[in-house]
């Protein structure tokens, strides 16, 4: 069966830090895989995305980054958090087609 | 645990209405949520209705909310070809998170 595994589920961090949220899929290849972000009273923000290895596209300018080194495998990244960076991140998945996606369980990312 | 569930395809013809159902476990959520996700896009924001109202409505779009049942329904009257998409319905889960149904496909027949 298909499943995505995100971790860790909670994380607080100071300014400064550096940061390192993967995302794994499991069940399916060559799937796009999506990083989102939703800040305190917004809705989801579409921060990168990837369409195979290698590839990634930056949707916002931003302290952050993210890497896919592996097929099934999204990492986001950043050298040295803000107090911004704050927020629930969401790792996704689906296969290009138009049908559903899935959802890992999402990060709280608190920035002290 | 916490859960959201929503059927997987819906079809109708241009013009008429669509009715997209949700339900939801966590009787804690504060917000509920209906995104949209075209074809290569990410996932758009449509609209959201805080849980002590029963519906809210937005242009074209209709939200209702049965709070004892956990039912979410999204209404698009006048559905159009661009309405093409997949709908995601999502709760604020008890621990902040959101939590995602596995989205319905909307097809719109000329």
Known sequence: SQ??????????????SPLSLECTVEGTSNPNLYWYRQAAGRGLQLLFYSVGIGQISSEVPQNLSASRPQDRQFILSSKKLLLSDSGFYLCAWDTGTGTEAFFGQGTRLTVV | GEDVEQSLFLSVREGDSSVINCTYTDSSST??????????????LLTYIFSNMDMKQDQRLTVLLNKKDKHLSLRIADTQTGD???YFCAEGGSQGNLIFGKGTKLSVKP
């Open chain 1, 3 to 16: 499943t995505i595994h995100q971790w860790p589920a909670t994380l607080v961090q100071p300014v400064g």
């Open chain 2, 31 to 44: 917000y509920l949520y209906w995104y949209k996700q075209e074809p290569g896009a990410g996932l758009q």
């Open chain 2, 84 to 86: 093409s998409a997949i």
